[in-house]
Nanobody
Framework: QVQLVESGGGSVQAGGSLRLSCAAS?????MAWFRQAPGKEREGVAV????????YYAHSVVGRFTMSRDKAQNTVHLQMNSLKPEDTAMYYC????????????????????WGQGTQVTVSS
């Protein structure tokens, strides 16, 4: 069992920045960020492969979002720059222990553990 504790999020104007963090309590193969806006499906944003720290991003956030990993703290961060109103959503941290995510899955069904979610609101 892996517990995920998220922090960060909040409200910002378009063009601004926010940073999300997620601390995991155990071993993971991948950790990822997903988001879900009202009335929309949950979509993958970014994933880090724990074996080598490599990352993969959804096309919509490439060049604006950066996912990083603090291996010692078993924590991942999502730095979000140049935020747009369409980035407004509940953001969830997710983890997989069994390798279904490997190496760069952004499918929610490949993740077994989820955080409680943190709201990100971008105003125009």
């Amino acid at each position: 069992q892996v517990q995920l504790v998220e922090s960060g999020g909040g409200s910002v104007q378009a063009g601004g920045s926010l940073r999300l963090s997620c601390a995991a309590s155990g071993y993971t193969v991948c950790m990822a960020w997903f988001r879900q806006a009202p009335g929309k499906e949950r979509e993958g944003v970014a994933v880090v492969y724990s074996r080598d720290g490599s990352t993969y991003y959804a096309h919509s956030v490439v060049g604006r979002f950066t996912m990083s990993r603090d291996k010692a703290q078993n924590t991942v961060h999502l730095q979000m720059n140049s935020l747009k109103p369409e980035d407004t959503a509940m953001y969830y941290c997710a983890a997989d222990q069994w390798g279904e995510c490997a190496p760069y899955s952004l499918l929610p069904s490949d993740y077994d553990y989820w955080g409680q979610g943190t709201q990100v609101t971008v105003s125009s």
